[in-house]
């Protein structure tokens, strides 16, 4: 192995060193703990080898947040393949989604509600725009162009709502299940 070779992945592996750190500092005392020194100590590296990776904590943020991204594009193309109905597919894929949110709130934070370095909608990085396409599926067939943009993004924001919403404790727990079938029934009388 070259030395450059060598280089190059102890460097991709501190990167990485990094991410996981943050997103496992986030995990267990919110993002708000997560700072530079705080990371540089956890990977025992100094604050400057951080920012010969990322410029600040809003790239590192990013990059949570693109790795949560993948993640959430298998979580919804998973619950799509095993639908059987166009029915099943809205349901699944609202279910997979909301899923994923409550399963680590801080990664939801990362990709969704916090400041990052990303640039979303067309130009956004590959795996948000694999995401937003695996969410796209649920209308995928009945709409196409800005009309399945558009039911996307309503489906999206309504979610995305009902996530926030119910995490700040301002919607009714014995409510969840009709709010979702609601839902489903509302995106699939467009079909």
Not at 127 to 148: I, Y
Request: with cysteine; glycine share 6%.
């Amino acid at each position: 192995m070259s030395t450059q070779t060598r280089k190059e992945r102890d460097r991709a592996q501190r990167r990485q060193a990094i991410v996981d750190a943050a997103r496992e500092l986030s995990a267990a005392d919110g993002w708000d703990a997560v700072t530079i020194r705080k990371l540089a100590e956890r990977i025992e590296y100094s604050q400057p080898v951080l920012y010969s990776h990322f410029a600040g904590k809003a790239a590192i943020v990013g990059a949570v947040a693109i790795e949560g991204c993948v993640e959430l594009t298998l979580a919804l193309r998973r619950a799509h393949d095993v639908a059987r109905t166009p029915r099943e597919v809205i349901d699944n894929i609202a279910r997979a989604y909301l899923d994923f949110a409550d399963a680590d709130p801080a990664r939801y934070d990362a990709m969704f509600v916090l400041t990052t370095d990303l640039t979303f909608g067309l130009d956004a990085p590959q795996p948000l725009r694999d995401a937003f396409a695996a969410m796209e599926a649920m209308f995928r067939g009945t709409a196409e162009g800005d009309e399945l943009g558009a039911r996307t993004e309503d489906a999206w924001s309504a979610l995305h709502g009902l996530v926030t919403l119910d995490r700040s404790g301002r919607l009714r727990p014995e409510l969840r299940e009709r709010r979702i079938e609601l839902l489903v029934d509302m995106w699939s009388s467009l079909s």
